[in-house]
């Protein structure tokens, strides 16, 4: 899309709109049925939201990368990877509860995650994205959509900060010379199958994932920091949410993560 780039005054009121809308737990329509914007008008949204967060004394913690598989670009039907941030407050220990209404219309994904333990800055390969990392685990991730219906265009969902909401590590860690490439992936709902997959739909390996992350924040100046956490992107399409819900994903080599509803 080429739309005019947005004024700092309408980046900052589109920001605090989203903000309010997780605050309240309200849907809000998209930003872009107002004013068309670019992507990169997308990211300048999120990161004034970021800060607006950071004034409540949210921390960053790390990074995560959305759309990266076919499952997810179709469930969406947006098909550009995106990136996002996570910050402490949306961290829930593995088999922690979520209540249901403080989220507007919660879904969850079965995800593979990386935690660095070097800063990792773009441009690099794969490869060379592995040596900055210190292990992995497998996640789930809670997405919640400020959005109307769980539907945006690309610039709208890079602006609600790539739908984070909350998300779960879990407790079994792999030195990174562990191939996360090709693990089996399979997410319960109350113990019955919800989702199958493989890591390999996560951009075809997690570290390209991971290296496609770096290379789009060396696009802004930006590095990945020693101690983050970061999200790979679901590997199947993500589930809706309902109270009494338990979700478990279980990965080949990488035990569980799990989560309640309430
Ligand atoms: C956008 C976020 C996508 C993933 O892992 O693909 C995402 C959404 O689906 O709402 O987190
Ligand atoms: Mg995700």
């Known amino acids: 899309m080429n739309a005019a780039r947005l004024p700092v005054d309408q980046i900052d009121a589109f920001a605090q709109r989203l903000d309010e809308a997780t ?65 402490s407050k949306m ?4 088999g922690g509860t979520v209540i249901h209404k403080d989220h507007v219309h919660p879904r969850v994904e079965p995800e593979v995650a990386y935690l660095l333990k070097r800063d990792l800055e773009g441009p690099v390969t794969p490869v060379q994205a592995l040596a900055a ?30 739908s984070s909401s909350r998300f779960v590590l879990g407790s ?24 199958i997959g493989s890591s390999a739909a996560i951009f075809d390996h997690p570290a390209r994932s991971l290296a496609a992350l770096a290379n789009q924040l060396a696009l802004v100046g930006e590095v990945l ?18 109270p009494g819900d338990h979700v478990r994903v279980r990965v080949d080599g990488l035990g569980s993560a799990e989560l309640f509803v309430r």
């Open 225 to 242: 920091k020693a101690g983050m956490i970061v999200m790979t992107g679901g590997a199947t399409a993500a589930i809706a949410l309902s």
């Open 172 to 195: 079994v860690r792999q030195p990174k010379d562990f191939d996360c490439g090709n693990l089996g992936m399979v997410m319960e709902r109350n113990g019955v199958i919800a989702e």
């Open 133 to 162: 990392v210190e292990c992995c685990c497998c996640a789930l991730e809670l997405i919640d959509s400020r959005y109307k219906d769980f539907k945006f265009t690309l610039p709208d969902v890079v602006a609600d900060n790539g």
């Open 23 to 87: 605050l309240k737990v309200k849907a809000t329509p998209q930003l872009t049925l107002d004013h068309a914007f670019a992507v990169e008008d997308g990211y300048a949204i999120q990161r004034a939201g970021i800060s607006l967060r950071k004034l409540r004394g949210d921390a960053l913690v790390g990074m995560k990368m959305g759309l990266t598989s076919r499952a997810k670009m179709e469930q969406m039907g947006v098909h550009e990877p995106i990136y996002g941030h996570l910050t």
């Open 91 to 94: 961290i829930l220990e593995d």
